[in-house]
């Protein structure tokens, strides 16, 4: 199990430092910020349990009749993906190397994910729901692969040993049996499932749009995307919607950015 083995090395790593990094080169968008990592926690260990976690999904979907049934959704999502994974270089050149699937789940949500290590993973309502084109597409799938490029995952188990919650991780896994991995659970599950921070999101939503725009994906493309989320979280608001800023805020954020890379756009096309 994931979490057992991320239990047994948790408690050397939580007596090391933190260090400063950069995953990403910042790009046309300027994403410049200084993102601060466990120095003991490697990406790969964070890829390897991302991975694994992941197939668990795809294997309880596939035991559902779930996995995959849409051969035409797939194939366009895979078309979409194959073009932005081959933009990636600019921002982290070792990305064009992960071991990069893209599978597809039948479902009503509204979701979609890129886990650490490239996996991506669609739910067909919000392709269907929101009839998507291939370049609102490209904008959800972008921002997505963004937080696996930037680590946003590592960076939250990190940021969780400085936070509260972090000291009671720590408390717990000084102990001994079930409380350590009681605890390396609830790091993780800060880490890979909880929402993140609105300036990662803020700077998945700028690596995103660049990315789509390289892959030659109409960049006006993003407002029109957020335009119908924000119109499908009237009410209760969609599970892609949940942990994610506001759609009027980011729309602006989005807007004042179209310009940087409209020209990538226009050179692609």
């Known amino acids: 199990m994931r979490i057992r083995r991320l239990a047994y090395c948790l408690p050397l790593m939580l007596l090391m430092s ?15 910020r200084n993102q601060y990592m466990v120095s003991g ?6 890829d390897r349990m991302a991975a694994e976690s992941y197939q668990e999904m795809l294997a309880e979907a596939r035991s559902k009749n779930l996995l995959n049934t849409d051969a035409a959704m797939l194939k366009r999502l895979r078309t ?6 081959g933009e990636v270089d600019h921002f982290r050149p070792d990305a064009r190397s992960w071991d990069w699937e893209v599978n597809l789940i039948k479902s009503d949500a509204l979701n979609a994910s890129c886990m ?39 960076e939250a188990i990190s940021r969780a040993y400085a936070t509260q919650m972090g000291t009671q991780v720590i408390g717990s896994l000084l102990g001994l049996g079930d409380g350590a991995r009681q605890a390396a659970d609830l790091a993780v599950q ?26 030659g ?24 919607l949940s942990t994610h800023p506001s ?23």
């Not at 979409?80 to 994974?85: C, F, H, K, T």
Request: charged letters at 20%.
């Open 190 to 215: 800060y880490g890979l499932t909880l929402p993140n921070s609105r300036a990662n999101e803020t700077e998945a939503d700028l690596i995103g749009l660049e990315l789509a725009a390289r892959a």
């Open 247 to 269: 759609s009027s805020g980011r729309i602006e954020t989005l807007r004042g950015n179209i310009a940087k890379v409209r020209p990538l756009y226009e050179a692609a096309r």
């Open 41 to 46: 926690l490697s990406s790969t260990e964070v």
């Open 80 to 85: 979409i993906a194959d073009r932005l994974v």
């Open 116 to 154: 650490p290590g490239g996996k991506i993973l669609f739910y067909t309502g919000i392709v269907d729901q929101l009839k998507l084109s291939d370049d609102e597409i490209a904008q959800i799938m972008g921002h997505e692969i963004a937080h696996a490029l930037r680590e946003h995952g590592r």
């Open 217 to 240: 994906y109409n960049p006006e493309a993003a407002v029109t995307l957020w335009q119908k989320m924000g119109a499908a979280s009237q009410g209760q608001p969609p599970a892609f």
């Open 18 to 32: 933190c260090e400063s990094v950069q995953t990403t080169q910042g790009g046309a968008v300027g994403v410049q």
